[in-house]
């Protein structure tokens, strides 16, 4: 476009030569513009809202019924209901984990790019309880310094790896 209206007034048909580049360039950034979404959503490289958003729904409701379901244990070990009360509304927070579970990993094997950022994620949290593990067996006098230091660095660095890939 900046050679086109670079041009000199006296070159012939500089008018319509300025004219068809502007048409070739704003129809280009429009088909590029509007298939570039469908084309990395083909590709796997994004993910729809849609699903993100259905996933993060179901994770909450996976969280809850397991929180309900350890709940329900505990009121049982200590005594606090009778089994008799609590075995319907383990049955159904049951069922529905069950559910839930299911239909996640759906989710999770149709969307490959989230496939590898979970567990990307999943790498990232192991990584951080090996760290935890070695700082409690440092302030336990179970390593020395320089093993700790040494292993450390290497988690650190495989940490990093997985933040910029």
């Known amino acids: 476009?900046?050679?086109?209206?670079?041009?000199?007034?006296?070159v012939p048909f500089r008018d319509e030569l300025i004219v068809m580049t502007f048409s070739v360039v704003l129809s280009?950034?429009?088909i590029q513009g509007l298939s570039v979404g469908k084309?990395?959503?083909?590709?796997?490289l994004v993910e729809r809202d849609e699903t993100r958003k259905a996933?993060?729904?179901l994770?909450?409701?996976?969280?809850?019924?397991?929180?309900?379901?350890?709940?329900?244990?505990?009121?049982?070990?200590?005594?606090?209901?009778?089994?008799?009360?609590?075995?319907?509304?383990?049955?159904?927070?049951?069922?529905r984990l069950k559910r839930v579970e299911q239909e996640i990993e759906n989710i999770w094997l149709k969307q490959e790019a989230l496939?590898?950022?979970?567990?990307?994620e999943a790498r990232a949290v192991a990584l951080k309880v090996e760290r935890v593990a070695l700082q409690e067996a440092l302030s336990r006098?179970?390593?020395?310094?320089?093993?700790?230091?040494e292993r450390t660095l290497g988690i650190d660095k495989e940490i990093d790896s997985l933040?910029?890939?």
Do not use: C, W
């Open 1 to 10: 476009m900046a050679l086109a209206l670079g041009l000199s007034a006296s």
């Open 59 to 95: 994770q909450a409701e996976l969280f809850s019924s397991r929180a309900v379901l350890t709940e329900l244990e505990n009121n049982e070990k200590v005594g606090h209901l009778p089994p008799a009360a609590l075995l319907p509304l383990k049955e159904e927070y049951s069922g």
């Open 39 to 44: 084309l990395l959503l083909r590709l796997g």
């Open 28 to 30: 280009s950034l429009l």
């Open 141 to 149: 006098g179970l390593l020395d310094e320089s093993s700790f230091h």
């Open 163 to 165: 933040t910029h890939d």
């Open 115 to 120: 496939q590898r950022i979970q567990e990307r």
């Open 55 to 57: 996933l993060n729904i």
